[in-house]
């Protein structure tokens, strides 16, 4: 169990994973979904868990109603992840999702099933299913997975569990520099990579590798930046002309937001992506105070302090104008 965690919380999540582990005991079949626009820590904390099901003799699968990027191939058993769940599973469990529109197609099936479980970390979670158990002071839900497989299941991690819970953990905390990092995913992770898995190479999949067409669409990106509030906000604007020209896709942006973050004496960051006809992906980061999960909030999303999202839809330059000033009364 992870230490960092209030006492309240940790007694909440202990009674949490012993219902679960009664549920686990009677399921035969356990379906695992990830939120949708996956990260590391929704498949890895679901990958994980499917891992040490298995090991102990439940059929689990994995569910996700997006494309899973190439970004992901070094995540073991993602290759199983399927977007297609036919029914029939005696446990449902969600990882990682705020709310139940984070299942995409699989909201309703989900929500009508008797036996559910939600696994989150995040702030606001809208406590969607049977049994939740939240933990919003720990660092990622795959820091909560790694507690339930070898706390409460008793199950020994493998490299392929560790290697997810690893990446889960190190992709929520920005490669453990973001301020949710915690002692808890220190411990965890130091743990986690005594089991043999080459965490060197998941690090520079994550933080450092790229594909030439990834640099094509950077290089556009950039050209878009603009300033505001005197240099403390940084905007990105991703057009589906420059994904197109760049010949990539929606997943293909992820981490640009960093550029724009990680200039100096900025202190929110915005990369808006668009989607669809007036429809756009918003990524916001912030450092050193402002909470911009309050303006993902005022558009339906969420996420963090320091890093949230949401869908937005109108005219582009609406809603530049919009964020901004929303940005700015954060500030």
């Known amino acids: 169990m992870t230490k960092n965690i209030s006492k309240e919380n940790k007694e909440t999540q202990i009674r949490g994973f012993e219902r679960l582990r009664l549920l686990v005991g009677g399921a035969k079949r356990a379906a695992l979904f990830c939120h949708i626009r996956p990260d590391t820590d929704t498949l890895g904390a679901a990958l994980a868990l499917a891992l040490a099901l298995k090991s102990d003799g439940i059929d689990a699968g994995v569910y996700c ?49 008797k036996n559910t479980v939600n696994i989150d970390h995040h702030q606001g979670n809208t406590k969607f299913a049977a049994l939740n158990i939240l933990a919003h002071d720990v660092s990622s839900t795959c820091e909560i997975i790694y507690g339930l497989i070898t706390d409460i299941l008793k199950i020994k991690p493998d490299a392929a569990i560790a290697a997810n819970l690893y990446m889960g953990i190190a992709g929520d905390t920005g490669n453990f520099m ?98 669809g006809q007036n429809t756009y992906k918003v990524s916001l980061r912030s450092r050193g105070g402002p909470d911009i999960s309050r303006v993902a909030e005022a558009y339906g999303g969420g996420g963090h302090k320091q890093a949230s999202g949401c869908i937005i839809q109108g005219k582009i330059q609406n809603i530049v104008d919009d964020l901004v000033r929303l940005c700015e009364a954060q500030l």
């Open 65 to 113: 109603d997006s494309e899973i990027n190439d970004y992901y191939s070094l995540m073991p058993g993602v290759e199983t992840v399927s977007a297609d769940y036919e029914g029939g599973a005696d446990l449902l469990i969600a990882l990682d999702c705020g709310d139940s529109k984070r299942l995409g197609k699989f909201e309703d099936g989900f929500l009508k099933h």
């Open 178 to 275: 973001h301020s949710n990092t915690t002692s808890g995913a220190h411990t965890a992770a130091a743990a986690l990579i005594k089991y043999n898995f080459d965490f060197s190479a998941a690090g520079y999949r994550l933080f450092k590798e790229t594909s030439l067409r990834r640099t094509k669409l950077l290089a556009r990106a950039l050209n878009s930046l603009a300033m505001y509030a005197d240099n403390r906000i940084a905007v990105i604007t991703i057009t589906a002309e420059s994904l197109k020209e760049a010949g990539c896709g929606q997943g293909d942006s992820e981490g640009i937001i960093d550029y724009a973050i990680n200039i100096g004496g900025v202190n929110i960051g915005v990369c808006i992506t668009e989607a």
